[in-house]
């Protein structure tokens, strides 16, 4: 291994497996720290952690065992990938885990970049855009566990860290200037060139962390070799489309998807046992080859109501469990291909199947790859997706593009 990456949740770690997968490296990308050590194969594995929300000694101590699990696979280098919207808790964690990864790889300096271009998030004057509004003014402002209420970057991450914070502007870049003096360097990029530039003029004391286009250029800066792609495997069995993302694409994909296509609304605060079991009885008299979607995606006041009369945390962990339950329950009656919408219900999902290790496959759109797991006589296929990618009509296009894989029926 070569470049070792810690990703903070499951759909941010195949998000950045997919777009590194297009310099042809070889990417492994695990689910959780590995039972072993590395086999050494890969050029670059990624570990995926879903510790976006964790409280901060616990980020830390997670990212800590990852990186040096990273390292002690032979990476050169690490990569620390959060959100692209910066997505953080009021104690966020993205500060101490960085500098707790300087320190295990001896750099001392960081640099923060989310920007990711082709998705709409750039960075300009330390602040932090989604389209042409502000993070502040996006619907991030309404995250249901991380609402982001602050577009300056460097005043978001002052408070999570003991060292100093400081912009290096997009001009200073252009003009070539030296590295601002301080541990923590929030960099603005607008278009990839300039993510480009960052990773070409990096000093070797620098540790890079930031969105999943920031280490696009890495494999070529590393020199490393292009691998032909295995050929993806066929997954038969039936297809399920699970959402615990209530951001506002998915919103939209949800509404897309529910104005002809078969789908089941459960809402947090009253989801026991008989609810799952119904929601999965529902699940069982649908035809075969009907997909179905199974959603709690709801928006900002029905989210802010259930939290309020339940507590942040419970709402978010009833409907990973429930969802988590619904897809054990769907694997057990033969679905082998999934679609999650939204990061903690991606690693939720992930951990109910059992899944410990993934392939990318095909981009369904950027930021979202199809990935592949199981065995070769039982694969499983998974789709996980981040809260704000895709397209009005995503779950179709990733279906589709597997029903395009299969070949003529
Ligand atoms: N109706 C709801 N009310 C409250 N919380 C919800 C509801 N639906 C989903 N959630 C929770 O909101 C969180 C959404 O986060 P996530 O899955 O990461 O989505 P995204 O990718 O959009 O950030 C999850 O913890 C999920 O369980
Ligand atoms: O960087 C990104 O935007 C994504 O890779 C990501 O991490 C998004 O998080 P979720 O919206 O919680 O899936």
Not at 166 to 188: C, G, K, V
Not at 353 to 382: H, K, M, N
Request: aromatic share 6%; hydrophobic share 40%.
């Amino acid at each position: 291994m070569i470049l070792g990456c810690i990703a903070d949740d499951f759909t941010g770690a195949t998000d950045l497996a997919g777009l590194l997968r297009r310099s042809g490296a070889s990417v492994q990308l695990h689910f959780g720290l590995p039972d072993g050590p590395s086999d050494g194969h890969a050029d670059i594995e990624i570990v995926a952690l879903k510790c976006r929300t964790e409280p901060v000694a616990t980020a830390v101590a997670d990212c800590t065992a990852a990186g040096r699990w990273l390292l002690a696979g032979g990476a050169q280098q690490l990569y620390w990938k959060y959100c692209s919207t910066f997505d953080s808790t009021a104690t966020g964690n993205i500060g101490p885990v960085s500098e707790a990864l300087m320190a295990l790889s001896g750099k001392t300096q960081a640099i923060y970049c989310p920007a990711f271009p082709e998705n709409g998030r750039s960075v300009y004057m330390g602040h932090l855009f989604v389209g042409q509004q502000l993070l502040s003014e996006s619907s991030l402002k309404d995250h249901p566990l991380t609402p982001m209420t602050d577009s300056n970057l460097v005043r978001v991450l002052t408070p999570q860290v003991a060292g100093r914070v400081a912009l290096f502007s997009r001009a200073d870049q252009r003009s070539q200037s030296a590295l601002p003096d301080a541990e923590h360097i929030i960099a603005d990029a607008v278009e990839f060139d300039d993510l480009e530039q960052i990773v070409a003029s990096l000093p070797d004391h620098v540790m890079l962390t930031g969105g999943s286009a920031l280490a696009m250029p890495l494999p070529a800066r590393l020199g490393l070799a292009n691998h032909q792609p295995e050929a993806d495997p066929q997954v038969p069995g039936r297809s399920l489309v699970l959402s615990g993302s209530c951001s506002e694409m998915t919103r939209r994909q949800v509404a897309h998807w529910s104005a002809d296509r078969p789908s089941y609304q459960i809402k947090p605060g009253q989801l026991g046992a008989a609810d799952i079991d119904a929601c999965v009885a529902w699940l069982d008299q649908l035809p075969a080859e009907q997909t179905a979607l199974i959603y709690a995606t709801d928006d900002p006041a029905a989210v802010r109501a259930a939290q309020s009369s339940m507590g942040v945390a419970e709402a978010g962990s009833q409907v990973e469990s429930a969802l988590s339950q619904i897809a054990q329950a769907a694997y057990a009656r033969g679905v082998r291909r999934f679609v999650v919408a939204g990061g903690e219900t991606s690693g939720a999902v992930a951990q109910a199947l059992g899944v410990r290790q993934v392939r990318c496959g095909p981009e369904i759109c950027p930021g979202v790859p199809w990935t592949f797991a199981g065995s070769a006589s039982d694969p499983l296929a998974l789709a996980l997706k981040s809260g704000n990618f895709g397209a009005v009509s995503f779950f179709d296009d990733a279906l589709k593009q597997l029903e395009l894989a299969d070949g003529p029926a």
